[in-house]
Every structure is written in structure tokens, then in C-alpha cells.
């Protein structure tokens, strides 16, 4: 089992940044993959950003290429998502996701476990 609490949202103008961050409780943190995802309204859960369990390897969607980059701490069962240079299309709930197996992943559907969100609003 491992339960993951997600910080760090709030109200940003465009263009500034915001830190997000998920910390982690229980299974051993740096043995699992990691990912955001963030959820619009009345939209399905997109794939943001993926790390691996070593912090070697990430992932990120075409959409934030450039302005996030997500990192981990595993001496802190920490994950973090930097976002820069926000947009108002990235306004949604950020979650941050848990997944055993290794394997790269930007399918919801395969991740083990979730936190409840963090909301973020970026205004125009």
C-alpha cells in the first residue's frame, strides 16, 4: 500500500510557476515508478509527466515538453512537478499517481495508486 498527499496548488497568473509536490507513505518509495496526471473539467485524466523509480528516466506529454519537469527524491519519498511558464489550458487538478512495475506508462489505467489532487488555476 502506499499513500500519496499531493501540495503545492494555488492561483497563478500566466506565465508564472508553480512547485507541486507528492509525498509518499508506506512500500519502499524508490521502488516504484511515478506520474502526474491532471484532470480538467468535465475532461478525462491526461498523462503529464513520468519518472522511474532511480530518477534516470522521464517522460513528459507533448503539451508540457519544455516548461515541467518532474523530479524525485527518494531520501524524502518525495516527487515533485516544477511547472514554468503556465498557461490557462493548464488549469486542472494535478494527481500524483504510484506504479510497482517499472515499465513506462501514460495510461491511467496502470497505476496502482493515486493521491486526491491539488488544484491548480492559471489566469489570463
Known amino acids: 500500500q502506499v499513500l500519496l498527499v499531493e501540495s503545492g496548488g494555488g492561483l497563478v497568473q500566466a506565465g508564472g510557476s508553480l512547485r507541486l509536490s507528492c509525498t509518499a507513505s508506506?512500500?519502499?518509495?524508490?521502488?516504484?515508478?511515478m506520474a502526474w496526471f491532471r484532470q480538467a473539467p468535465g475532461k478525462e485524466r491526461d498523462f503529464v509527466a513520468f519518472?522511474?523509480?532511480?530518477?534516470?528516466?522521464?517522460l513528459y506529454a507533448d503539451s508540457v515538453k519544455g516548461r515541467f519537469t518532474i523530479t524525485r527524491d527518494n531520501a524524502k519519498n518525495a516527487v515533485y512537478l516544477q511547472m514554468n511558464s503556465l498557461k490557462p489550458e493548464d488549469t486542472a487538478n494535478y494527481y500524483c499517481?504510484?506504479?510497482?512495475?517499472?515499465?513506462?506508462?501514460?495510461?491511467?489505467?496502470?497505476?496502482?495508486?493515486w493521491g486526491q489532487g491539488t488544484q491548480v488555476t492559471v489566469s489570463s
Open positions: 499517481a504510484a506504479k510497482t512495475a517499472v515499465v513506462v506508462s501514460t495510461n491511467t489505467g496502470r497505476y496502482d495508486y
Open positions: 508506506g512500500r519502499t518509495f524508490s521502488s516504484v515508478a
Open positions: 519518472i522511474t523509480p532511480s530518477g534516470r528516466s522521464t
